[in-house]
Nanobody, 123 residues
Framework: QVQLVESGGGLVQAGGSLRLSCAAS????????MGWYRQAPGKQRELVAG???????NYADSVKGRFTISRDNANNRVFLQMNSLKPEDTAVYYC?????????????????WGKGTLVTVSS
């Protein structure tokens, strides 16, 4: 019923930049928190950047000053601008959102994940 679709991943050299996008679609009433997570091979999934409400943002210490999260609320999109990329940023990046959807008997708030987009940073 709701889909989160990421795009923008790819292969980039260290020091380069990428911009990830995530589009939410479906019977969406509203979207509250949105964020980006990543999972490197052999590691646990971790929060990279989040927008819990309004214009508030939070970042993992490892990406502060290099990554910027932003939202286009009118189009149900969230972005992650990644600059000064490092090989240790290599991971699958996942979009995550708390979305309220229209149901037959009312509305439902649930957390959703995208399928991920691979970012590979070469040294």
């Amino acid at each position: 019923q709701v889909q989160l679709v990421e795009s923008g991943g790819g292969l980039v050299q260290a020091g380069g930049s990428l911009r990830l996008s995530c589009a939410a679609s479906g019977s969406i009433v509203s979207i509250s928190a949105m964020g980006w997570y990543r999972q490197a091979p052999g590691k646990q999934r971790e929060l990279v950047a989040g927008m819990p409400s309004g214009d508030r943002t939070n970042y993992a210490d490892s990406v502060k000053g290099r990554f910027t999260i932003s939202r286009d609320n009118a189009n149900n999109r969230v972005f992650l601008q990644m600059n000064s990329l490092k090989p240790e940023d290599t991971a699958v990046y996942y979009c995550n959102a708390d979305i309220t959807t229209a149901q037959t008997m009312g509305v439902l708030l649930r957390n959703y994940w995208g399928k991920g987009t691979l970012v590979t940073v070469s040294s």
